[in-house]
């Protein structure tokens, strides 16, 4: 037998010694692991060791694998409605561990559709009013909102507005100067009637009339509330901006495309598969998806709500549900969430 060949097996020997005694006093030393987990139902867990043993149960808020060797773990968790949990565990000789796991909620995207009654009742109302629509010259619908529907009557250096409910005589709700309106009146504010002239752009509230007045001479796709009455959120094609009321000035945002504030403070903002300079600033992986994150009112720290291939437009938070709404105009509920 050469040298050479000897050599080799004295190495395979050394190794397969270690290898032996690691096996016997780690492998075959046997311990516990305790899971408790957060999550609302049933959760299917999966624990698989270095060796390739793998330990599969159903558990509810809590439960035990018992007697497994001491080495290195894959622990993953999956339930429905939450994010997929992966975590690395070591577990020791003579350990008994506990491990905590809290789940993420995985949000949902579910589209917002016209119930058939709303759309037979707009149908209706457009019938109702047909008469006025045809003798007053240059009437616009503005839109169909909360069982009710609003349009506008030219008269001389105004317009006055109307409402038309079923089984209801119309009402004129108030006048507002001339300018330009459009059917997407409504949906600019939520809650106010846009007008736009040469020189900016005003919203008129649908329940009072009460005028608010913004210097801005670009397109606007929506306007938002904060928790300041003094600042609005302006959102346009090509940047957000934190809108002071008081001094008529914008601040655009250079991080997101788009931006809500929701009534405890979060902010929750959209960054679009094409704005590759903003996902390179926030250290996004470029996944050719629209990223959804959610940013903490006092630790300003940011994750993901969720990723989707639908190309965003604007965000919306309306009566607590937060609207996606993408270019192609549909209008997304994402629901999910805590």
Known sequence: ?????????????????LYGVYYYFFALSTWNITLVINGSGTTTVVLTSEF?????????KQCSIESIPAVTYTLSITEQNFIPFTKTIILGRGETKQVV???EREAILSEQTKKKEETITTIK???????????????VIIWYRKNALYYALPNDDTWNI???KIWEETRKLFSIPNGT????SLDIYEEHIALTNETNIAFYSLESGTESTFKWYTDILSVKDTLSDDSKIITTPQWVFLYDIKDQTGRENPLYDDIIQLE?????????KTSKDKQGLLSLEYTWEDYVLLIWKDTRERRTLFKTPKNGKILRYIDEKI????EEGGVFVVENMK
């Not at 037998?1 to 010694?17: C, Q």
């Not at 109302?125 to 009437?139: A, F, P, R, V, Y």
């Not at 609207?323 to 993408?326: A, H, I």
Request: aromatic share 6%.
């Open 264 to 272: 405890t403070g979060e902010i929750v903002a959209l960054i679009k």
């Open 52 to 60: 390739g043993n793998r330990y599969d149960r159903e558990c509810e």
């Open 162 to 164: 109307f409402i038309k």
């Open 323 to 326: 609207l996606f709404t993408d």
């Open 1 to 17: 037998m050469s040298n050479r060949l000897l050599s080799v097996l004295i190495i395979i020997g050394v190794f397969l010694g």
């Open 181 to 184: 309106l459009s059917p997407s």
């Open 101 to 103: 796991i809290a789940l």
């Open 125 to 139: 109302l457009k019938k109702d009013i047909q008469d006025s629509l045809e003798t007053t010259s240059g009437s």
